[in-house]
């Protein structure tokens, strides 16, 4: 099947005069997870993982991704042609180096312009005009090849009430066009769709796991545009966005809007998430910005703080009774890991406000848990038994808030002194970074090795960054702050600041044998203030027993005990009143002083 479709693809490329092809993971939007119509690289590759590149050329197929799904890849393409190409950073575009080295000079890249944004458009001119190599926009390149491609997404449209977002939709687009005074600019043109679901108060389910709609958004002094299809809005929404001055317009209008604009107009974009076909289309002048909508949504106001902790006192309800079926299926029966995970999602069902998944749960027994990104098939995935290693990363959306929480436990037997080793050293890690407190506005690089000294006095580490932003109902990898490996990413060079939601995941892997992962939502606040500045600490929000069978005691300190010990009383006294008797007696058991 891959096969054919590469060998499409390749007659398309020569009838077009084209000696490569690069697909992205991504839509017009620059997001991370898409709607199925955007899956190409998928299409043609066979790889599902969320993040990678396929390139194209007569005589090779190559797929560049991050270490957090080699694993994934080679199960996955075993049987294609596609080659593995190993990138030593995440999202970084090591690809486009090696793409023109290996091409002629004049050669040709077919691109969709559509999938890729300014930026990204800027960085692969900077190589290729070094050789005259020319890049042409082919939007229309899988027309004939994609036969039965999935529409767009036309769901129902609904508004997020106040009392989950805190804020209206008048408040955000003053702020917004607060900003467009200030610049002496004419237009904010927004494209990222968690920004937009935030500034319009709105949510859909165009993507899998994300509450996102699909639309551009215009905001102007005084009248602002909402390009996305009418029918999706009911009578009163659209009647209560005319009253702020918001013309509701259809998706693809933007392609006749955008030109029509003067050529004396500034419009203020982010060069990050504005794709080069809407770029091309403008002839007004633009001013490249960090969106600001991007800054303001990940400080969290009361209303959102307070879901939130709502959510996260719902998801320790669901994951309790959860871990207790488990434990007691396992004394009848296996169980396979596609089971769990659907289980695990029947409890969370339960909770009020629940909406879905925040992601694919990620239940690897064993060996399966090394493979970062794993997903259980829903067949011939492994049976769990009652002794090994279980790892669990899941998450939920519910209207007041996103969850995301990743637990490993011990089912049975003895566990290793290299297991042992790896899992405290994790819990070590987290706990140092948990309890650090530094100047507000320190970055995600700055201080992501916290969460990793105690793995490297053991010669261990994980190959990721050690946490993300987290919305609310909204994208549960959410920019841009966090814990990264490399200075360069975005991750790595935001500030922190207080009141945002960030998680704290630092891992540890050994391919075919067992993964470990230690993950946590905390809030950043302000703990101090001195002559120095303003220093942040942060709060675990998270509320779910850590497992202390794998912990090899010998190895904490008094204080990390004292952590664990804390961090387990309040666990009990948060999620007991929501327990019956016989789950209240389990829970106190798992969270025993140790």
Same mark, same amino acid.
């Given at each position: 099947m891959i096969a054919e479709r590469l060998q499409a693809l390749r007659n398309y490329m020569a009838s077009k005069n084209l000696d490569a092809f690069i697909i992205p993971s991504t839509d017009p939007h620059q997001s991370e997870y898409v709607a199925d119509y955007w899956k190409l690289r998928e299409y043609f590759s066979g790889f599902t993982?969320?993040?990678?590149?396929?390139?194209?050329?007569? %005589? &090779?197929?190559?797929?560049?991704? +991050?270490?957090?799904?080699?694993?994934?890849?080679?199960d996955e393409c075993k049987h294609t042609e596609v080659q593995l190409c190993k990138q030593s950073i995440p999202h970084a575009p090591e690809h486009v180096a090696w793409l023109c080295d290996l091409l002629n000079e004049n050669a040709v890249i077919g691109v969709d312009y559509r999938q890729f944004s300014k930026s990204q458009i800027d960085y692969i001119l900077s190589h290729t005009t070094q050789k005259q190599i020319q890049l042409q926009n082919e939007p229309h390149f899988a027309k004939d090849i994609w036969i039965d491609r999935p529409e767009l997404p036309n769901f129902a449209i609904d508004v997020h009430p106040l009392e989950f977002s805190g804020e209206t939709t008048a408040s955000?687009?003053?702020?917004?066009?607060?900003?467009?005074?200030?610049?002496?600019?004419?237009?904010?043109?927004?494209?990222?769709?968690?920004?937009?679901?935030?500034?319009? %108060? &709105?949510?859909?389910?165009?993507? +899998?796991?994300?509450?996102l709609v699909t639309a551009y958004a215009l905001v102007g002094k005084e009248q602002s545009f909402l390009f996305c299809n009418t029918q999706r809005f009911s009578e009163s929404s659209i009647a209560a966005f005319k009253q702020l001055n918001i013309t509701i317009t259809e998706y693809d209008a933007i392609a006749t809007l955008l030109p029509g604009l003067s050529r004396q107009q500034k419009i203020i974009t982010d060069a990050a998430s504005?794709?080069?076909?809407?770029?091309?289309?403008?002839?007004?002048?633009?001013?490249?910005?960090?969106?600001?909508?991007?800054e303001l949504k990940a400080i969290k106001n009361a209303v959102e703080i307070e879901g939130a902790k709502n959510c996260m006192r719902k998801d320790g309800v669901a994951l309790t009774k959860f871990f207790i079926w488990l434990e007691q299926e396992l004394e009848k029966r296996t169980i396979s890991e596609y089971e769990i995970g659907r289980k695990l999602d029947s409890f969370r069902q339960q909770q009020e406000y629940y909406t879905g998944e925040s992601f694919a749960a990620i239940v690897g027994y064993k060996g399966n848990g090394a493979i970062i990104h794993y997903t259980a098939p829903e067949v011939n995935s492994s049976m769990v038994h009652k002794e090994g290693i279980l790892l669990i990363d899941s998450g939920a959306q519910y209207k007041d808030g996103t969850t995301d929480i990743t637990r490993t436990i011990w089912l049975g037997g003895i566990p290793s002194t290299k297991i042992k080793t790896a899992y405290t050293g994790v819990l070590k890690g987290y706990i140092e970074l948990e309890q650090l407190q530094f100047p507000q506005g320190t970055t995600g690089a700055q201080i992501d090795a916290f969460a990793r000294v105690h793995l490297w006095k053991n010669g261990l580490n994980f190959p990721h960054g050690t946490g993300h932003g987290i919305g609310s109902f909204g994208m549960v990898h959410e920019p841009a702050q966090g814990f990264a490996i490399g200075p360069t990413t975005v991750r790595g060079t935001t500030p922190h600041l207080a009141n945002q939601l960030t998680t704290i995941e630092p891992g540890c892997y050994v391919p075919h044998q067992f993964g470990i992962r230690t993950e946590n939502i905390v809030l950043s606040k302000v703990v101090n203030e001195t002559d120095f500045g303003t220093f942040l600490g942060f709060e675990a929000l998270t509320l779910?027993?850590?497992?202390?069978?794998l912990l090899a005691v010998e190895m904490l300190t008094a204080s990390e005990i004292g952590w664990i010990n804390q961090y387990h009383k309040l666990v009990v006294e948060k999620l007991s009143p929501f327990l019956n008797t016989e789950e209240n007696k389990w829970l106190q058991q798992k969270c025993k002083a140790i």
């Open positions: 993982g969320s993040a990678g590149t396929l390139i194209v050329t007569q %005589n &090779i197929a190559g797929l560049w991704t +991050d270490s957090r799904y080699f694993l994934q890849f080679e955000k687009l003053a702020k917004v066009q607060a900003a467009i005074e200030k610049h002496q600019a004419d237009y904010y043109l927004f494209s990222a769709l968690d920004e937009i679901a935030w500034l319009f %108060n &709105i949510r859909s389910r165009d993507v +899998d796991y994300t509450p504005l794709n080069y076909a809407c770029f091309e289309a403008v002839e007004g002048q633009f001013m490249f910005q960090n969106s600001l909508v991007k779910c027993y850590i497992d202390t069978q």
